[in-house]
């Protein structure tokens, strides 16, 4: 128990510190809140995929239990209605981010946000790839509009949002109008100095960057940054590691997800919406190119919430005599199904809990580990599709894969570990109340004395 609290003291002036600064700082604040803003959409694309893949399409799972394509046999003609969703959701991420990030920049420096996102959608395409000329006809490449312009959106989000929000706030360059006019107008011209001064900033810099990088200032970051940094998000060491650390805040009161979110999503977006895109293109999760995702952490280790806490729920109702940890299981069991755990983190407490911290962190390492080998050794297919969080346990597993029975069955194995590791624990704390109670009496009895 010494050594536990001397852990305590020492993690939380080492973590807390910077776990709070990084959760106040306006530029992951707008980083990680446009991700979380964009991911409906994206929802929207990968749950239509489903659809298209495992309703409409004849071999799809549920197709195929409900013998669709012999009640109803042009069913498959149905996909091609549904097939464009992807064109406006995982595609044009880029845009929903750019956009985005400079308009969560410019509210939390109180400056117009709706004008400063649009700014930023402009400069993203001024530093754009120039048309390309095929058979007389000019064309957009629609390549880093999607997934591989994510560092480029993030980046030029962030510029502008600065720029934008600094410049505006300077009323020599302000425009300000008759109060006659109207005030959509009136609030357009105020800004038209800094957006204009923005735009020939970005001209310029385009200009000067080509002039070295003739392909362009997204293949540079791509080259550069992008790429190492996906090859990074997609190894298996470096994803146990951040779901580790994720965690690891959570046992002192820091959101965990929310605080390394920006860095999550940074390391396996474009991960992400490849395996996805190869759904689109193949119809099936089998050889999607990444196996390797934060979505093993979704699909095998995030039951009940962070920390697995599902299975900690279900040790407390196999093992646990105290009453205390079995009235807040009975509370928590409805919200932890659908993976919200604040009463378990906060009610047990698991916060700065020195039973029930070691599991906590270790049992979804684990997990990851467990779903990680099922995907490499070709038991079951890459967790492809993007599945809500709120998806009760192994269904994200077996959603995920499109519909595989295989993934299903790892999920409950994985719920499974995740229970009879919590136990010892949950054990220990009922021979820790009992000491403590005795102690108590002790003490109380010699006061008496």
Not at 11 to 35: C, G, T, Y
Not at 152 to 159: D, H, K, N, T
Request: glycine share 8%.
């Amino acid at each position: 128990m010494g050594f536990m609290t001397t852990f305590e003291r020492v993690a939380e002036k080492a973590l807390v510190p910077i776990a709070s600064k990084l959760n106040s700082q306006r530029h992951v604040i707008a980083i990680r809140d446009a991700f979380i803003l964009s991911f409906p959409i994206t929802l929207a694309g990968s749950l239509v995929l489903l659809l298209n893949f495992a309703i409409l399409a004849p071999d799809g799972f549920i197709a195929k239990i409900l013998f669709l394509h012999k009640l109803f046999p042009n069913l498959a003609d149905l996909q091609s209605v549904f097939s464009p969703v992807i064109n406006g959701s995982v595609n044009i991420l880029s845009m929903f981010i750019v956009f985005l990030v400079a308009r969560n920049l410019a509210i939390s420096m109180k400056a117009d946000e709706l004008l400063c996102g649009l700014t930023g959608l402009s400069a993203f395409f001024i530093i754009y790839p120039p048309y390309k000329v095929v058979d007389g006809g000019s064309f957009l490449t629609t390549q880093w509009v999607g997934a591989q312009g994510l560092f480029v959106a993030l980046i030029v989000g962030l510029i502008v949002g600065e720029l934008f929000s600094r410049l505006t706030k300077y009323k020599k360059l302000q425009f300000n109008m008759h109060p006659s006019v109207p005030p959509a107008v009136s609030r357009s011209f105020k800004v038209l100095f800094p957006i204009i001064i923005i735009v020939v900033l970005f001209a310029i810099g385009n200009g000067i960057i080509n002039a070295f990088y003739p392909k362009g200032l997204h293949q540079f970051i791509y080259e550069v940054l992008q790429t190492p940094l996906k090859h990074l998000g997609t190894n298996i060491v470096s994803l146990v590691i951040l779901a580790i650390v994720s965690n690891l805040l959570w046992v002192f009161g820091i959101h965990g997800p929310n605080t390394i979110a920006a860095i999550r999503e940074g390391m396996f977006a474009e991960a992400n919406l490849e395996n996805l895109n190869f759904v689109a293109e193949h119809g099936t999760a089998w050889g999607a190119p990444y196996p390797v995702t934060w979505a093993l952490n979704d699909a095998f280790a995030n039951y009940g919430g962070s920390g697995m806490t599902l299975g900690l729920l279900i040790a407390i109702f196999i093992a646990s005599r105290r009453k205390d940890y079995r009235d807040i299981g009975k509370l928590s069991i409805g919200p932890g199904l659908f993976n919200i755990n604040e009463p378990v983190i906060f009610g047990l407490p698991v916060v700065l809990n020195p039973i029930l911290i070691i599991p906590f962190i270790l049992v979804p390492a684990v997990n990851i580990i467990i779903g990680y080998l099922a995907v490499v050794t070709g038991l079951i297919p890459p967790i492809a599709y993007a599945v809500p969080w709120t998806t009760p346990g192994p269904l994200i597993a077996f959603l995920g894969t499109g519909g595989n029975y295989v993934a299903l069955l790892v999920g409950f194995i994985c719920l499974a570990v995740s229970t009879l590791v919590y136990l010892p624990f949950v054990i220990a704390a009922n021979r820790a109340l009992e000491k403590s109670n005795s102690s108590n009496e002790k003490s109380n009895s010699e006061k008496l004395a």
